[in-house]
Structures are given as C-alpha cells and as structure tokens.
C-alpha cells in the first residue's frame, strides 16, 4: 500500500507533512485512467489537501507498485479482480481498520471506490467523486468534426464492447451503459451491471447496506465534460431507454426501485451535488482546499 508521507525524500522534509499519529480521518484516493496512484498529477492533490490539513494521513491505492504497470492497469485489465486486490490493500492497513477513512475517486477512480465499498464494507465516512460514471457511459469521449480516425476507432470499439474477451480486459468497456440498448448490457456487462445492481431477480442487500451506511455521499460533475458521455452520470442520472432524455435522479429506477441505497441517502439529504464548470478533471486548488474544509478530516 502506498503511503504519502513515504512518497519521496522532499516530500517527507516538506512542513505539510505530519509524522505524528493523527486523530483525523485518513483519506484514501483512487485515480482515474490514464494516471497513476503517484503522478505529479495526484502529488498536487495531496499538497492542496495538506495546505488546509496538514495532519491528513493520506494513502493512494494501486494495482500495481510499478507506475508504468498501475498506469497500463487503469487502461487494460478486470475491474472485478482490480477492485478485490485494493480491497486487500485497504484492509491490511491497521490505522483504517481503527476508523473510518474518507474515500476519494477521480473519473472511473470514483466508480471502483463505490463498488469496493459496496462488495467489502470498508469503513467509509465519507465518498466524494469527480467526474465518475456511475450511470456509466452511453457514448465514448466525443470526437471533433475533422478527426476521421477518431470516429472510425470510436464506431469499432462500440461495436465490440459486448465481447467477453472486451468486457473482461478493456477498463472503460467495463462500465460502458446504454439505455437504449438496454438488453445488450444486462446480459453482457462483467462489472457495473452487478455494481449498480441492476440485475434481475438479483438484488444484493449487501450492496445497498453498505452504501446506506455513508455519511455522505459527494458526486461532482463537470460542465463542460465531453469524456464522460453523459456527464450527468456523474450525479447518478440516468436517460430514458426509449428516448434517451436525461432523467433527473428522484425519477430513475436508483431511487424508485432503490437499488443500491441512495433513496435513504438523498431523503436525509446526505448527498451532495456539486459542480465544476470546466472541462472533464480540471479541477483547481481552491476547490480542493474547499472539499478539504468541508468532508475531509472532521
């Protein structure tokens, strides 16, 4: 398990980091794709969060200790397998066993938190995610109108994305939802199928306890994404499987049928919408320092 306070020698001479044991909550981040659990991308994250709370204990899981590995795994492996393998780490780690963490997820990173949660109990407070699909995507990230190439690519993994061999080896194939091809996904989706518990007959209790027993559940979407297609599946919205409108949260069968648990979190107002108008993961310091004040640590 990879522990920021053993990230490097600066980091540990750094004044933002604490070597005395904490009575705040850890925090424990999962990336997203492309990126890895010690990129200069997440070190920043971990600076803006130890500026506001220096005595954040903060851990960043991987898949594998090798960054050129755990980047590739972001892109290229089994998601179910992944999700066991973190929940292994986290539960090897005596400081999270003792109390609860706050959980962090960027992008897909904010999907696998909530699946581990759901699958292992972990003793989460609080789960905040930036940009994730939770009602999975529709659509893969946009073209621009003169990328040929791009279109040509996007049309052939679509067209694959219900193969095992895809839906068992190609991350994002592996939460890839559309609602007007519903059937296609019940019967052939390997993760976020059972992860949203949308299979028939097949409703995990497991799942929705777990999830019901969040402090707070914290979704924010971007408003200008187009990686995420729809963006609003980032707030657990859905779209109407024979039009394709955007339904608002109250009315998609997450709540009506409750599926997972949110019904009880949205009705005692324990989740939180919250929004960054920008581009997908373009996120800035002053909006961490805010969700540091806010979820983390107290």
Same mark, same amino acid.
């Given at each position: 398990?990879?522990?920021?306070?053993?990230?490097?020698?600066?980091?540990?001479?750094?004044?933002?980091?604490?070597?005395?044991?904490?009575?705040?909550?850890?925090?424990?981040?999962?990336?997203?794709?492309?990126?890895?659990?010690?990129?200069?991308?997440?070190?920043?994250?971990?600076?803006?969060?130890?500026?506001?709370?220096?005595?954040?204990?903060?851990?960043?899981?991987?898949?594998?200790?090798?960054?050129?590995?755990?980047?590739?795994?972001?892109?290229?492996?089994?998601? #179910? $397998?992944?999700? *066991?393998?973190?929940?292994?780490? +986290?539960? !090897?780690?005596?400081? =999270?066993?003792?109390?609860? %963490?706050?959980?962090?997820?960027?992008?897909?990173?904010?999907?696998?938190?909530?699946?581990?949660?759901?699958?292992?109990?972990?003793?989460?407070?609080?789960?905040?995610?930036?940009?994730?699909?939770?009602?999975?995507?529709?659509?893969?990230?946009?073209?621009?109108?003169?990328?040929?190439?791009?279109?040509?690519?996007?049309?052939?993994?679509?067209?694959?994305?219900?193969?095992?061999?895809?839906?068992?080896?190609?991350?994002?194939?592996?939460?890839?939802?559309?609602?007007?091809?519903?059937?296609?996904?019940?019967?052939?989706?390997?993760?976020?199928?059972?992860?949203?518990?949308?299979?028939? #007959? $097949?409703?995990? *209790?497991?799942?929705?306890?777990? +999830?019901? !027993?969040?402090?707070? =559940?914290?979704?924010?979407? %971007?408003?200008?994404?187009?990686?995420?297609?729809?963006?609003?599946?980032?707030?657990?919205?859905?779209?109407?499987?024979?039009?394709?409108?955007?339904?608002?949260?109250?009315?998609?069968?997450?709540?009506?049928?409750?599926?997972?648990?949110?019904?009880?979190?949205?009705?005692?107002?324990?989740?939180?919408?919250?929004?960054?108008?920008?581009?997908?993961?373009?996120?800035?310091?002053?909006?961490?320092?805010?969700?540091?004040?806010?979820?983390?640590?107290?």
């Amino acid at each position: 398990m990879f522990v920021l306070k053993l990230i490097t020698e600066a980091l540990l001479a750094s004044p933002l980091i604490t070597h005395e044991k904490s009575d705040s909550r850890p925090v424990v981040f999962w990336h997203g794709m492309g990126d890895t659990y010690n990129s200069s991308a997440m070190q920043r994250v971990f600076s803006a969060l130890h500026s506001v709370k220096p005595e954040l204990s903060i851990y960043s899981v991987y898949i594998d200790e090798d960054q050129s590995k755990d980047q590739q795994a972001s892109l290229i492996g089994n998601v #179910n $397998e992944q999700v *066991e393998i973190v929940c292994d780490q +986290l539960n !090897s780690i005596i400081e =999270l066993q003792d109390q609860k %963490f706050d959980f962090i997820g960027f992008s897909q990173g904010g999907i696998f938190a909530r699946a581990a949660i759901e699958r292992c109990g972990l003793n989460v407070n609080n789960l905040i995610t930036f940009g994730s699909p939770h009602s999975g995507v529709s659509d893969l990230p946009r073209c621009s109108d003169s990328d040929w190439f791009c279109k040509q690519k996007n049309a052939l993994l679509k067209r694959q994305v219900w193969k095992k061999n895809i839906q068992n080896s190609i991350v994002s194939a592996q939460y890839f939802r559309d609602p007007l091809d519903y059937e296609s996904y019940l019967e052939n989706s390997a993760f976020l199928v059972d992860v949203n518990n949308e299979l028939p #007959n $097949e409703k995990n *209790e497991t799942y929705i306890e777990n +999830l019901e !027993s969040l402090n707070k =559940l914290v979704l924010i979407m %971007f408003g200008q994404d187009e990686t995420v297609v729809p963006k609003e599946s980032a707030w657990f919205y859905d779209q109407d499987k024979q039009t394709g409108d955007t339904i608002n949260f109250p009315n998609t069968e997450y709540y009506t049928k409750d599926l997972l648990g949110l019904k009880k979190l949205f009705d005692e107002r324990k989740i939180d919408y919250l929004t960054i108008d920008d581009v997908h993961m373009a996120i800035g310091d002053d909006f961490l320092k805010k969700v540091t004040e806010t979820y983390l640590g107290h």
